[in-house]
């Protein structure tokens, strides 16, 4: 009678146990260390959990790989709005809230303001900003599908001269990414055209889309197509498509870093007879490194190789940086520079780097 009395208090102690845990919020950290508790509030700065096997607990948000509350709570945003609802997870610079008024919604950190935990005991009801954030939710949405969110920027840059000597430079870029919770495609196209004197400097135009698909947070499969034209080196088209893998050694939210390996082809096409067309294969080697210095300064830096295989002689190298200044609301001052190297070019007239360097006004959305 005894034992079965035992064993009958250690299964009830042991599904105490593992409930009380399914039950508890959750912090995934970045090495993969766990923590488990009651999380009393989160800001865009840091974390505070309390756990019953080390008290309270406050450290940064940076070091959150992912986060998940199991009561609502109370989310304020930035423009005054506020949530009621529980964390799912924090995908890259975004965090999923599951409310029970509305459907899933995907909140950027730069407009997060505070996550704080409610009694349990209170009687959760609708804001009237909650209200109005369910009004505007499309009820036939299906639930499994999360909102689409679209963030970009669009860039232009123009210098004339008249009078001793008549330039003119135009630069245009547009960019857009859409993230979800584990793809992201991303846009852009730019085209840079200079004159002087009425004759042609510069005249390029690339255009490119990027697919990545994240089996969990750091590694993903990307596919990525590009087209681009330059009159300079009488390039009527040259056609870019890659695939492979890539990992971010670095993902924080004010600091990324990745790396990419992928094959593909590249064809080229030439304007000019006696240019031989070609289709070739080739690898992609991509790094890039994407931090925000301040509230106001961000740089970008990619780097990307193109060696032919088989002919290793054979490779392109691109290079971009860029450092954005913020003005005012999303209008920033940008400075970028695209340097290009070739180590086989098609014909002696066209010299192996090609260095372009502009200002321009930047506005994000």
Known sequence: MVMRFSSLFAIIFVSLLFSHDALADE???????????????????????????????????????????????????????ILIGSIRSRIDDHILIQSPFTEEVLIPLDEFARFEQIDPNTDIQPSSEVSALAEETPAEKPEDESPDLWTGSVVFGTQLHEGNTDDLSLHFEANAVRKLPREELSLKVFSNYSETEGDTDQNVVFGESKLKL??????????????????????????????????????????????????????????????EDTTEPAFWLNAEWKQKLSERIEFLQTLTLFPTIGDFDDYRIRSTSAISTLIKNSWWVKFSAIDEYDSNPETEDVERNDLRVFSSIEYKF
């Open 214 to 275: 994240f089996p969990n947070t750091r590694w993903y499969l990307f596919g990525v197509s590009n087209l681009e034209y330059d009159e300079m080196e009488n390039l009527g088209l040259r056609a870019q498509l890659f695939g492979g893998p890539g990992y971010y050694f670095i993902k924080k939210e004010n600091l990324n870093f990745l790396g990419e390996m992928g094959v593909g082809l590249v064809a080229e096409f030439f304007d000019e007879d006696g240019e």
């Open 27 to 81: 912090i995934v950290l970045v090495n993969g260390d766990r923590i488990s508790g009651d999380i009393l509030y989160i800001s865009p700065i840091e974390i505070e959990i309390k756990t019953d096997y080390a008290g309270d607990i406050c450290l940064p948000l940076s070091m959150a790989a992912s986060i998940s509350t199991d009561r609502p709570g109370r989310v304020l945003l930035k423009n005054g709005d």
